[in-house]
Nanobody, 124 residues
Framework: VQLQASGGGLVQAGDSLRLSCAPA????????IGWFRQAPGKEREFVAA????????YYADSVKGRFTVSRDNAKNTVYLQMNSLKPEDTAVYYC??????????????????WGQGTQVTVSS
């Protein structure tokens, strides 16, 4: 099942957005959910991830302290709360299911069930 990211939009620098990823329930075939983003002309990059086991979270240095990834098991949804947004956060944001070992949580290769992303545009 493809995961669907939603909640993007056009905001000003300093504003907040919350992205959602669903259906993002725990299954035997995935270890957690990751968020990636891709800006025009750039490679897709890791943003954040959450593991089912223990609820451990991981962040790219560029978003640490500003973004928070969380899960709502009852709603089968994973969220990415983005605060203090900057113009350089502008990108299409994707979520995907992680099926690799812990050391690969920041690379896109072991992720699948990619869906269509959601556009986040931050104006200065």
């Amino acid at each position: 099942v493809q995961l669907q990211a939603s909640g993007g939009g056009l905001v000003q620098a300093g504003d907040s957005l919350r992205l959602s990823c669903a259906p993002a329930g725990r299954t035997s075939s995935n270890n957690g959910i990751g968020w990636f983003r891709q800006a025009p002309g750039k490679e897709r990059e890791f943003v954040a991830a959450i593991r089912w086991s223990g609820g451990y979270t991981y962040y790219a240095d560029s978003v640490k302290g500003r973004f928070t990834v969380s899960r709502d098991n009852a709603k089968n949804t994973v969220y990415l709360q983005m605060n203090s947004l900057k113009p350089e956060d502008t990108a299409v944001y994707y979520c995907a299911a992680h099926r690799g070992i812990l050391s690969t949580v920041r690379v896109s290769t072991p992720y699948n069930n990619w869906g269509q992303g959601t556009q986040v545009t931050v104006s200065s």
